[in-house]
């Protein structure tokens, strides 16, 4: 069964991503697209057009041009948009990287990609120059000023010498070169199904449909205040914070980091209406006692994404704050949106689940046993095919062909079932489930559960070998009040089936999560691994 979306289908403008984006700003060109939280310092519409197209000439007078990448290494800042921006304009593009990344992870993704030029900040020069010298790179710029390296403001500068006229093209970017359907545009880092970060090569066509295709579900406006927390370097807020609120005309507010204080303050200061975040930040508002300091009352909606949300974390942060909360559902390879749950009376029974596929998408329900294509409440894999899906990963076809069939549907390695209305429950990663006795038990469904006790403040879940069972289930848990194990393993007893039952709990000071949110499931399972031998 093939389940087709609930949404109109969209077409896919065959423009460039910044023609998309940027090309006719109407009476949008003096209003503020970025306010940098922490300063204020705003960028309007037109600067940031003005400035994308100056940089991109910058960029392309040093020899970028089709097949060449750009690396950019930042926290968020308004020139972050500025840079993604003029290196799809150059007709280049870029690759986004996390300033947490180890150096040696770093230069990988920097060898792979084939990065000529590094786009940073003061404070991460000296990592950058270390990299730098070994991998390719030619030029490092700085977002700011630094001794010994080009200020990005200077490349916009050389840039702007023969002036930007409204509505002229870049001298970078001649008409008719470049192929929206074929010219890469950005190339994030995805470790997909197999654990093994690969480069996901996403055209400028991918984008422009996959933001065309979650703003047909109506979430940002031109009135909308956006609060941008998540890092642009990952997928998410690449396209939906970043992209998504610049082409609905919003303004969106940078802020470089998480802190709870901080990301309350800045929500109070500017009356943020919308709120793309994680689950973990979710659980903070429904549960940190510093959420009840600040004035939140701007807040319209807020999107989890990233990883699985509770029914119950999202129930009580809905109740806590008064706005709608509801999720999204992606992965880098597909742009990464595929699923919204979006709505202004969502059901109980659908808050918890990511929703339908969004417009022009299609899903199948994949048995892992047999591949037979499920219907409604069947448990299984998720595919999905849709335009936004990736041209493939960088020179590693093998790679491409496990992940994208023949026929174009993405196998997503996540495992879900869909209801009679199409909208699906996430339960768990096809590799992260626990076999218990022959049966699959999802590690997301009892973090969800555990979740719900009032003195669990974060949790992941594990396998554990056992002799007779093969695997159990084991709580890793962050107390927020005074809870024994045995309570714990009680509480999830009473709410799941016998073979669901967590048999044993460690609690932790915290459970280690990537940028974006996800369990880092595998260092806790290396850690039990190494303590048991």
């Not at 010498?161 to 545009?185: F, H, K, V």
């Not at 749950?341 to 048995?367: H, R, Y």
């Not at 969800?448 to 093969?470: M, R």
Request: with cysteine.
């Amino acid at each position: 069964m093939i389940f087709q979306s609930p949404h109109p289908p969209i077409v896919v403008p065959e423009q460039s991503f910044s023609d998309y984006l940027l090309g006719f700003l109407g009476d949008r060109r003096d209003k503020p697209a970025f306010i940098e939280g922490p300063s204020g310092r705003s960028v309007t519409y037109g600067q940031l057009r003005d400035q994308a197209r100056a940089a991109a000439r910058g960029l392309a007078a040093r020899g970028l041009g089709r097949g060449g990448v750009v690396a950019i290494c930042s926290p968020n800042v308004p020139e972050y948009a500025t840079a993604f921006v003029a290196a799809g304009m150059a007709g280049g593009c870029s690759t986004t990287l996390n300033p947490l990344s180890t150096d040696d992870e770093l230069v990988s993704q920097l060898n792979d990609s084939g990065a000529r030029w590094f786009i940073t900040v003061p404070p991460l020069l000296e990592r950058a120059r270390a990299v730098a010298a070994r991998t390719g790179i030619e030029e490092i710029f700085v977002f700011g000023q630094a001794e010994g390296a080009t200020a990005f403001a200077d490349l916009v500068a050389e840039g702007m010498a023969d002036g930007i006229e409204d509505g002229m093209p870049t001298a970078a970017e001649p008409a008719g070169i470049l192929n929206p359907a074929d010219d890469l545009l950005t190339l994030p880092y995805s470790s997909g199904t197999t654990g093994v970060s690969k480069g996901v090569m996403l055209t400028h066509r991918n984008l422009v449909a996959n933001i065309e295709q979650f703003s047909a579900v109506g979430l940002v406006n031109a009135d909308d205040v956006v609060l941008a927390v998540l890092p642009f370097f990952h997928i998410y807020g690449m396209v939906v914070v970043m992209s998504g609120a610049l082409k609905a005309g919003a303004t969106v507010v940078t802020m470089p980091r998480f802190d709870l204080e901080e990301f309350l303050g800045a929500i109070q200061q500017y009356r943020a209406t919308s709120l793309y975040l994680v689950p973990p930040i979710l659980l903070g508002l429904a549960k940190h006692p510093a959420v009840d300091g600040y004035d939140l009352s701007s807040v319209n909606w807020i999107m989890s994404g990233a990883a699985p949300l509770g029914e119950e974390v999202a129930l009580a942060c809905q109740a806590r704050l008064g706005c709608r909360v509801f999720q999204g559902y992606g992965l880098t390879e597909a742009s990464p949106v595929t699923h919204v749950c979006f709505g202004e009376n969502l059901d109980a029974d659908k808050i918890g689940t990511i929703g339908p596929v969004i417009p022009s998408t299609e899903m199948m329900i994949v048995d892992l046993e047999s591949g037979e294509a499920l219907g409604p409440g069947g448990e299984g894999e998720v595919w999905v095919r849709g335009p936004q899906v990736m041209k493939g990963y960088l020179n590693n076809p093998e790679a491409t062909a496990s992940t994208v069939d023949a026929e174009g549907w993405l196998h997503t390695g996540d495992v879900g079932r869909a209801d009679e209305d199409g909208y699906v429950t996430i339960v768990g990663r096809a590799k992260e489930l626990i076999k218990y006795k022959g049966y699959q038990v999802a590690p997301a469904e009892l973090e969800d559960v555990l979740l719900s006790h009032p003195a669990v403040a974060d949790v992941a879940v594990i396998p554990v070998p056992d002799e007779e069972a093969g695997e159990v289930p084991k709580a890793c848990v962050v107390r927020a009040g005074d809870v024994s194990g045995e309570e714990i393993m009680l509480y999830v007893a009473e709410r799941v089936a016998p073979q669901k039952k967590v048999r044993a709990v460690e609690f932790l000071e915290e459970i280690p999560k990537s940028a974006s949110g996800k369990i880092l499931r595998r260092f806790l399972v290396e850690r039990e691994r190494a303590a048991a031998s």
